[in-house]
């Protein structure tokens, strides 16, 4: 079996993107001090601001982004892959990108991805979010190779649409990635349930950096970042909502071994929904 220790960033990024670049910058290299050689941040890596006009004037384009300059720098000094969860990024159209990026060794980017489905939902607490009236939502799932296996990028509500993962499973991957900036209400009745459900129905690791704590915009975010295995064990978590770094050593064969257990990748079948009973069609007169 070959080992890789890989790290996830709990993180509670606030309004001003050069501290927290500073502040993931820190987190970073105590992952390293830790021994990984894959380290993921938390979606929004770069700042949390409800408010959309002072998100915009704080907008980079994707070349001129403190997160991703700062990703970039830190991964070749460091000799990591270097997996920013996501941030906010100005497009070229004028639109917004909730986008992450893996940068590899050389400080070279080798992968990109726009969080695909919105967090449009009204919660009973009386939170109200609307991401589709700022962000514009990626078209594609993005799969990377890396040393130690096929790697799936998602970000946070991403997880609630598990045909995502399982498209990224049947093309190869054997880790799937989720970081996040759950809400606390949300966290708390699905965050555990969710992780390790996508790990058990697609026999892949799971790596979610989170964010948590109360942010200087008024959110409170979950915390509890998670390593999960194949198996849907958790094998490391950051049982909190405080800035940490959680690490674990994970291998590719585990996902193999889990799927040869229950091949249900293999033994999917396609089928047809029908609908029987209730009140008869009327036809109109």
Known sequence: MTMTRVAALQMRSGMDPQRNASDFE?????AVEKGATYVQSPE????????????KETLKSEEEDPIALKASELAKALGIHLHVGSTAIARPDGKVANRGFIFGPDGGKL????????????????????????????????LVDLPFGR?????????RFPQLFRAQALAGAQVLTMP????????EAHWHVLQRARAIENGAYVISAAQ?????????????????????????EADHDEPAVIVADIDPAASA???????????????????????????QA
Not at 44 to 55: F, H, N, S, V
Not at 180 to 187: K, L, Y
Request: proline fraction near 3%.
């Open 26 to 30: 820190a987190l970073v290299r105590e």
């Open 44 to 55: 929004m890596t770069g700042g949390l601001m409800r408010d959309r006009a002072m998100l």
């Open 111 to 142: 992968a990109v991805y726009d969080k695909i489905h919105m967090f449009d939902v009204d919660l009973d607490n009386g939170e109200s979010w609307r991401e589709s009236s700022t962000y514009e939502p990626g078209q594609a799932s993005t």
């Open 151 to 159: 790697l799936g990028m998602a970000v946070c509500y991403d997880v």
């Open 180 to 187: 996040a900036a759950f809400t606390r209400q949300t966290g």
């Open 212 to 236: 948590g704590g109360l942010h200087e915009d008024g959110r409170e975010t979950y915390g509890h970042s998670l390593i999960v295995d194949p198996w849907g064990r958790i094998i490391a």
């Open 257 to 283: 071994q889990a799927r040869g257990k229950v091949p249900n990748l293999k033994n999917a079948r396609d089928f047809a929904v029908e609908v029987v009973g209730g009140e008869p069609e009327r036809k």
